[in-house]
Each structure stands twice: as structure tokens, then as C-alpha cells.
T-cell receptor, first 114, second 116 residues
């Protein structure tokens, strides 16, 4: 089974609107971390936001927030007030317990329309 | 604050040649990771170091691949006898691991390898 599933290959959003990128995960370990990264066309992976499995509140970082629904095993990224510079690939990733590797999803391509 | 750097950014080689990539992590980071990313996919874990010790290697890492981190600072990834299937983006990441940290990985710009 896939550890991380991103079901939206491509998404479009109007500039200044909010958009939600979906991510579901699969683990039996009670301790894990969830991460979102942005990859522009230049190729560099840029860390956006982190959510720990024991965190009581949803993580927020500026215009990014993580909608963490533990029972559903989902960790959706919400980008508010989209900007043209948000156009990129977005990857959800998970680290299980004290494990040392990240499992990445296949990514979602976001295009912001002026 | 200097981020993770990788060299070269692009490498074109002929099948059968050897190539070596270098990664310089963020200076206070004790963990260093190598990933491979092909078109349309997320990064796939290859190997990682804690300080100078290579602690884990993926099944993806064939005998033709070797990685070193001799002094616990920069790392090199060598591919011997390259094949066309080795064409990919090779990403390096580093993190500052502490028992209580999130162990967030910060990535370099990658080295894009093309094997002709």
C-alpha cells in the first residue's frame, strides 16, 4: 500500500482565492510527522509546513495551513489568497516514528490563474 | 544562512561512464540524505548519513551506487557504469536531528543527470 496518496494530479485556482490540496497517509505507527513541500520548475524542494501526530492544533505558517484529520488519516494543505508565485508542484511527505526516511506522494501540480 | 548546495547542477554523460555528485549540507546539520526523483514522481529515498556513518540504504541503491560522507560534512554520490535508467534528478537534503526535533529535511537544488 502507498504510504502517501495525492489524488489530484493537477489543480487550478484563481489568483487571490483559497485552494486545498489533498493528502492521505497510511501508517500503523502512532508517532509520525507530516510535511508539505513546494517544488517550483527550478527543481528545489522548499519546506512549507509540518504537523506532528500528537499535535493538538492544526499547523499554520503564514498563508499555509494544514487541515489535519487524524481519524481519516488526511493532512490537506490549504493555501489562502493564492498568488501567481504559488504555481508549482506540491508534495506531501511522511516520516514514521523514529524512522529516517521520508515517504513522498506523487505530487499535485498547482496553477494559479491571473 | 547558507542552504544545502549541490554540484554540479547538470551532468550529461555517456552510458558506461562514472559520475560523481557533491552535496554540502547546512553547516550545523548532522543528517544528510540522498534521493532520486524521476519525471512525474516524488523523491525516492536512496541513503542517509548521521555524521559520517551511513546508517541506511534503500533497495533502489544498486551496487553501482556508492555514497560517502568522510568527515561528517559534505557527501559524494558516485554512480559507476551509468545506464540510461539512471537519468533523473538527484536531490540531497540535510536535517538537524535531535530526539525532540521535527527532523525537518531541507533540500538542495538537485543535480540533473542525463545519460545518453
Amino acid at each position: 500500500a502507498q504510504k502517501i496518496t495525492q489524488t489530484q494530479p493537477g489543480m487550478f485556482v484563481q489568483e487571490k482565492e483559497a485552494v486545498t490540496l489533498d493528502c492521505t497517509y497510511d501508517t500503523s505507527d502512532p508517532s509520525y510527522g507530516l510535511f508539505w513541500y513546494k517544488q517550483p520548475s527550478s527543481g528545489e524542494m522548499i519546506f512549507l509546513i509540518y504537523q506532528g501526530s500528537y499535535d493538538q492544533q492544526n499547523a499554520t505558517e503564514g498563508r499555509y495551513s494544514l487541515n489535519f484529520q487524524k481519524a481519516r488519516k488526511s493532512a490537506n494543505l490549504v493555501i489562502s489568497a493564492s498568488q501567481l508565485g504559488d504555481s508549482a508542484m506540491y508534495f506531501c511527505a511522511m516520516r514514521e516514528g523514529a524512522g529516517n526516511q521520508f515517504y513522498f506522494g506523487t505530487g499535485t501540480s498547482l496553477t494559479v490563474i491571473p | 544562512d547558507t542552504g544545502v548546495s549541490q554540484d554540479p547542477r547538470h551532468k550529461i554523460t555517456k552510458r558506461g561512464q562514472n559520475v560523481t555528485f557533491r552535496c554540502d549540507p547546512i553547516s550545523e546539520h548532522n543528517r544528510l540524505y540522498w534521493y532520486r526523483q524521476t519525471l512525474g514522481q516524488g523523491p525516492e529515498f536512496l541513503t542517509y548519513f548521521q555524521n559520517e556513518a551511513q546508517l541506511e540504504k534503500s533497495r533502489l541503491l544498486s551496487d553501482r551506487f556508492s555514497a560517502e560522507r568522510p568527515k561528517g560534512s559534505f557527501s559524494t554520490l558516485e554512480i559507476q557504469r551509468t545506464e540510461q535508467g539512471d537519468s533523473a534528478m538527484y536531490l540531497c537534503a540535510s536535517s538537524k536531528w535531535l530526539r525532540t526535533s521535527t527532523d525537518t529535511q531541507y533540500f538542495g537544488p538537485g543535480t540533473r543527470l542525463t545519460v545518453l
